[in-house]
């Protein structure tokens, strides 16, 4: 097997591809040499003048053994197996799931929110009548912060887990094919809720229990072993917290999940502060995105929105663009009252007329010191000083503080604001008084660095919304890095990104794979 390059035009990659005759008129090889040829990676070139679709693929040939197809994952009836208990059903505790099923472990899923059909409401209150479920928003619910957030399924973190199987599960419930070869795969906000349908169905269909609007509310620990836990309901009912037994606990509750933060604390559990990024969304009409990254004043039916990528490394501190949405769309994702909280997404066919990313700073335990009382909870209590910074400045309601990109540099109120995507709308504010000035004087030297680097960037066109807050946890749950389980607690697995151990999709689904095979080794060494 040989691996070969192409380089197409846009249009010549947006039709019907022969790969096998592209090769042997390229490469100079007899067609008849060639037995098949699977596309590996794809990419949009735009470093030149013109603009290229690049193909990597491998070729095989005549004597050559052609590589075998993924096998399907062998799930189990688990209905009669040892039950594992996995709190959150965001991406790690979906995918944890999954692989206890291949393991003949019957997962018990406790979700706090809602199943993304009935959560679609509660997103449509937070966006026209400025409500926040604190159960059901766009964070908390079925499938997770990701579910109605894009869906990008790009990560770096190749080496933690098995990256394919995370990506070959998404197709085998819905997804595009197309997400094993591209480069920055997504599947889009208008899909990903089908997709987490499909899974949710597997999982019950070989016997797993999905409990939502049930919240864990106690780990019951006797003598530093794990002997179950008591959930409270979050519907509205009026009912007494329930007890459920479990030798194993799956703790991925997520980035957001401030109560299991507060809880493990009040427990006497061992939790810490964890550096994080705090920032702003930045939003362009995607014609200034285009025009720069394509070098053309229109891209064509061809080339997909432009994205970018953007670090800035001020004196101790780094700015970069976090979560970039092509033709994408800034959300409200607040999860409780009084604070604002911005994100952003963008539908499979990224055809909206914005183009948005956060821009966050790196902040740590010396910005934290005014919050040391809080002792392991001071990144958060930071975190939500600035959120609730953000709420009175805008308003008081889900208005999000903005300002124009050049007015924001020059210390000037803007006098209005260019028409965005965020929803609930938006107040003209000076965000210096939003944001600490760690985080403002590094944006400020950032983005007059990326419009020197950047043609367009740096333009009165641009707004910036407050706050992009919600990058990682705040707190990290410590675990031994061999087992995966807590040193304090025998049983219980902190996972994903609310325990601080990913930072995405894909990594949160590995960690999920990682934690469930080491539940499963744990609990083997136990009687049952």
């Keep these: 097997m040989k691996q070969f390059e192409l380089a197409l035009q846009p249009e010549e990659a947006a039709g019907s591809i022969d790969f096998k005759a592209l090769v042997a008129q390229v490469h100079r090889i007899s ?16 470093r030149g003048r013109q603009v290229k679709v690049r193909f990597w693929v491998n070729v095989f040939f005549i004597d050559d053994v052609l590589p075998e197809q993924p096998s399907p994952p062998a799930y189990r009836d688990v209905r009669n197996a040892r039950p594992v208990l996995v709190i959150g059903c965001g991406p790690a505790g979906i995918f944890a799931a999954l ?4 393991l003949g472990l019957k997962p018990v899923i406790i979700e706090r929110g809602k ?25 908390f619910g079925e499938g997770g912060a990701g ?6 399924l790009y990560t770096r973190s190749t080496k933690r887990g098995d990256v394919k199987s995370v990506l070959h599960a998404f197709i085998e419930h819905g997804a595009d094919e ?3 070869i591209d480069t920055h795969p997504h599947i889009g ?20 229990e999905i409990h939502f609007n049930s919240c864990l509310s106690t780990l019951l620990i006797e003598g530093g072993v794990l002997k ?17 037994p479990g030798e194993a606990v799956i703790l991925a509750t997520g980035h957001s999940a401030r109560n299991i933060f507060e809880m493990l604390y009040s427990q006497g559990i061992a939790i810490e502060a964890k550096p994080l990024a705090i920032g702003v969304r930045v939003e362009h009409p995607q014609t200034v995105i285009d025009a720069q990254q394509y070098h053309c004043a229109d891209r064509g039916p061809y080339l997909p929105p432009a994205s970018y990528s953007l670090t800035h490394q001020g004196a101790g501190r780094s700015l970069y663009s976090f979560c970039m949405c092509p033709g994408g769309i800034v959300a409200p994702a607040a999860t409780a009252e009084k604070e604002i909280v911005v994100n952003g997404w963008s539908p499979s066919k990224r055809n909206n007329p914005f183009a948005n990313s956060g821009l966050v700073v790196n902040v740590d335990q010396n910005d934290f010191k005014g919050f040391k009382d809080a002792g392991p909870l001071a990144a958060l209590r930071y975190q939500q000083n600035i959120e609730h910074l953000a709420w009175k400045s805008g308003g008081g309601s889900l208005n999000a503080p903005a300002q124009r990109m050049v007015d924001f540099t020059s210390g000037r109120l803007s006098s209005s604001l260019p028409d965005c995507s965020y929803i609930p709308g938006v107040t003209s504010t000076d965000l210096r008084e939003v944001l600490p000035i760690e985080i403002s004087e590094t944006l400020r030297e950032g983005l007059e660095n990326f419009g020197k680097r950047m043609k367009g960037y740096f333009t009165n066109e641009a707004i910036l919304i407050g706050v992009e ?5 705040p707190v990290r749950i410590p675990r031994n890095p061999a087992t995966l389980m807590h040193e304090q607690v025998k049983g219980l697995f902190p996972c994903g990104e609310g325990a601080g151990y990913a930072g995405g999709i894909v990594s949160a689904a590995i960690d999920g794979q990682r934690c469930a095979e080491q539940t499963a080794l744990f609990l083997k060494g136990r009687k049952q």
């Design 178 to 180: 197309d997400i094993m």
């Design 228 to 244: 179950g836990i008591r959930v409270k309901n979050t519907d509205g009912k009026d009912e007494a917290p329930v007890m459920i």
């Design 469 to 473: 807050s919600r990058t990682s946890s």
């Design 31 to 46: 067609a008849s040499e060639i037995k098949t040829v699977v596309v590996a990676k794809r990419a949009i070139d735009a």
């Design 189 to 208: 906000t208008n899909k990903l809720p089908q997709v987490i349908t499909a899974m949710r169905e597997t999982l019950l269909s070989y016997g797993a």
């Design 147 to 152: 579910t109605y957030s894009d869906g990008k």
């Design 99 to 102: 692989r206890l099923l291949e």
């Design 115 to 139: 199943d993304v059909r009935n959560r679609r409401r509660d997103l449509a209150a937070i966006n026209k009548l400025g409500i926040v479920n604190p159960d059901s928003n766009y964070c």
